[in-house]
């Protein structure tokens, strides 16, 4: 779908930018993933309802917006199994996802690094598997965890920094298994996760990127537009949700169009979130003074 000409972004942030509730920034991130919200999640959640029930991501990724709010009830899910299963070890068994992630990195750092990343890389698309992604994930190029759409390879090459030590790893380990105590991690999709949701209850969408995403597992048979329904099922029964998803790009110049129903949203606002690591790296690393974009984030409430 086309992008318009608009306003450059100064001029598109003023909306109304109210906030129920300060949040405190949680830079650690566990998981990278591509949409990582780390950077910007404490803003994000600072537009939440001050009060609600249980927290919704149908989503997870890399569950930054989770752990920087750290509810005290929440269902956190999605389809990708070995992806949920990391979620679920953190919570039941952490010390053994420190031994997956420890096991890896020394076979990796006792040689060739690219080929120790390669070896781990052929042992998950050979057999996908939670324990091999985690590896992957922390080490591969920019984050960017890239997936054919035929059969689900991970294709994503090493990346050039070295992946963070295991001691450093485990504590990250700890934190965000403290601050994720009080959810259940599901692999379920986001329709009947967002119909558990009951009113008063907060359900935050960080689905696909329909400009920018489509590399992602699973992300080419998403429907926004389906979404967008089942959100106003969800609005209709009382239940608060928010919806990150495309907003701007060229330093603010084009705004993403969607297919966004007239009235679903009660407010639209825009989050820079900076340059694009997805656009670096399909531009082999290069530094691209002219592709800050920005999230549009869409509330009911």
Known sequence: MPMKETAPMTQLAMFDRERPVRVEPFQTGLLKWIGNKQRTAHEIASYFP?????????????????ATLAPRSAVASDTFKPLIEIWQT??????????WYADRWH???SGDKVRGYERVKQSYNANPNAADLLFLCRSCYGGVVRFRKADGYMSTPCGIHDPIKPESFGRRVDEWHRRTQGTTFLRMGYEEA???????????????????QAILYGAQSFSLSHLFRIVERCRRKGVYVVVSIDGTKRSGRHVCELPIPEGLFARELFIDIGRSMLKRFQMDGRTLEHEIVSDRLLLTF
């Open 50 to 66: 001050a009060d609600f029930g249980t927290y919704y991501e149908p989503f997870i990724g890399s569950g930054a917006v989770l």
């Open 90 to 99: 953190l919570h039941d068994a952490p010390e053994r996802l420190k031994a």
């Open 107 to 109: 076979q990796v750092a």
């Open 194 to 212: 967002m119909d558990r949701a009951q009113p008063g209850d907060l359900i935050y969408c960080d689905p696909p990127y329909s400009h920018s």
